[in-house]
C-alpha cells in the first residue's frame, strides 16, 4: 500500500480521536452543567480549548507507551501491509464500539476498546508471543482497574475533607465554588487532553515508524497538533447522552459535589498520564461522582446505574479484542497476506478436542 493509503489510515485514527473527544470529553462538562454552574455552550468552549492545550503540550509518554509499549514497531516493520491491517482492524472495532455504547447512552471506555483493539489485532496477525504482557498487564491493565478504585476513594476522601472545612461557612460561600469550578474543569479537561490524545498519537507513530515514513519511534509535532485538534473539536461537539448518564443520572449533583469530583478525576488523570499509564477518563471521572456522593449520602448514589457502567468497564476489552482479531483474520484472507496466527488457533482447537475426546473415553 502507498503512502495516500498510509495517511488515510491517519485520517482514521483521527476520526477516532474526534469521536473519542465527544464521547469521554463530555466526562469534562458533565458534573459543571449538572451542577448548573455553567452554561453548556460555554462549558464545551473553554474544555476544548484547555483539551488542546493538554495534548499539545504536556508529553508523549501515554503515546510511547501505546505505540511501542505493547507491541514493539521493529516486528511490524518487515511487512508493512500487517502494521496497515493490525491498525486498520485495531481502530475500526474500537469506533464502532464507541459509537454502539454512545448510542445506548453506557459511557464505557474509548481507552479500553483501543487497547483491545490492538492486542486482539497483534494476537490475530503474530500469536500471542508479540504482546509484551509484562508491560500490558502492570503498565496498562493493572492502572487502568486501579485508577478508578484511586477516584472513588480520592474524590470521598476530598469531600470529607472540605464539607469538614467549610462547614461553619455562610451560603455565600456557594457562589465562590460556582466560580472555582471554572479552574477544576480546566484542570480536568488539561488532562483528559494529554492523556486519550497520546493514545492515537502512539498508534499514528506506530503506523508511521512501521511503514518508514519516519526513521524510529516518535511522535511528529504534526501528528501532535493533529491529534489535539481532532479531540478539542470531539468535545465541542458535545456528547450529549453520555452528558446525561454522567452528570445526572449517578448522583444529584450541586457545585460542591462537581468541583470535589472534577479535583478527583483530573488528578489522578494527570498523575497516570505524567508516569506514561493510559487510563479511562470515563472510569475515574463515574468513579470519582460515586466517592463524592458516598461521601455525601450513600443512600443517595444510584448504584443500579453504577453497575451499567461498571458491566461496560469490564466487557470492552474483551469484546473489541476479539473483534478486532477477527477483523485481522478477515483483512489477511482477503488482502493476501500470510502473516496471520488463524492457522495456530484452527490446531488449538483440534488439540482441545482430542484432549476432550480422549478424556471422555478413559472416563
Not at 469534562?28 to 452543567?33: H, M, P, Y
Not at 474500537?94 to 494476537?123: K, Q
Amino acid at each position: 500500500m502507498d503512502n495516500i493509503g498510509i495517511y488515510l489510515l491517519v485520517a482514521l485514527v483521527l476520526i477516532f480521536t474526534y469521536v473519542n473527544g465527544f464521547h469521554d470529553g463530555c466526562n469534562v462538562v458533565a458534573t459543571i452543567i449538572a451542577s448548573r454552574s455553567m452554561g453548556p455552550k460555554k462549558a464545551l468552549l473553554w474544555a476544548s480549548l484547555f483539551e488542546f492545550i493538554g495534548a499539545a503540550f504536556l508529553g508523549t509518554a501515554v503515546a510511547v507507551t501505546i505505540g511501542k509499549g505493547i507491541i514493539d514497531p521493529v516486528v511490524l516493520s518487515s511487512n508493512t501491509n500487517v502494521g496497515l491491517f493490525m491498525v486498520f482492524s485495531a481502530i475500526s472495532c474500537a469506533l464502532v464500539w464507541n459509537i454502539i455504547t454512545w448510542l445506548i447512552a453506557i459511557p464505557s471506555s474509548s481507552s479500553h476498546a483501543l487497547i483491545g483493539g490492538i492486542v486482539g489485532a497483534g494476537i490475530g496477525a503474530y500469536g500471542f508471543d508479540v504482546i509484551n504482557w509484562h508491560i500490558f498487564f502492570y503498565k496498562v491493565l493493572l492502572i487502568m482497574f486501579l485508577t478508578p478504585i484511586i477516584g472513588m476513594i480520592v474524590g470521598y476522601v476530598l469531600t470529607k475533607i472540605i464539607f469538614s472545612l467549610l462547614a461553619n461557612c455562610s451560603s455565600k460561600i456557594n457562589f465562590f465554588i460556582k466560580r472555582i469550578q471554572f479552574l477544576s474543569m480546566c484542570f480536568l479537561g488539561a488532562s483528559h487532553g494529554t492523556n486519550d490524545a497520546q493514545k492515537s498519537m502512539g498508534l499514528i507513530a506506530m503506523l508511521l515508524a512501521t511503514s518508514g515514513i519516519i526513521q524510529g519511534f516518535y511522535v511528529p509535532k504534526w501528528v501532535i497538533f493533529a491529534c489535539a485538534l481532532a479531540i478539542s473539536l470531539g468535545v465541542l461537539s458535545g456528547g450529549w447522552r453520555l452528558i446525561k448518564t454522567i452528570g445526572f443520572r449517578i448522583f444529584r449533583l450541586e457545585p460542591i459535589h462537581s468541583f470535589n469530583a472534577q479535583l478527583a478525576a483530573g488528578s489522578v488523570i494527570y498523575v497516570s498520564g505524567l508516569l506514561g499509564g493510559p487510563v479511562s477518563t470515563s472510569q475515574i471521572m463515574s468513579s470519582s461522582i460515586m466517592g463524592v456522593g458516598a461521601a455525601h449520602r450513600f443512600k443517595e448514589v444510584r448504584w443500579i446505574i453504577a453497575k451499567d457502567i461498571f458491566m461496560a468497564w469490564f466487557i470492552t476489552i474483551p469484546v473489541v479484542c476479539v473483534a478486532s482479531l477477527i477483523s485481522y483474520w478477515v483483512l489477511a484472507y482477503f488482502g493476501k497476506v500470510e502473516q496471520t496466527s488463524f492457522p495456530l488457533f484452527i490446531n488449538l482447537i483440534k488439540n482441545i478436542f482430542r484432549i476432550v475426546h480422549v478424556f471422555f473415553q478413559l472416563k
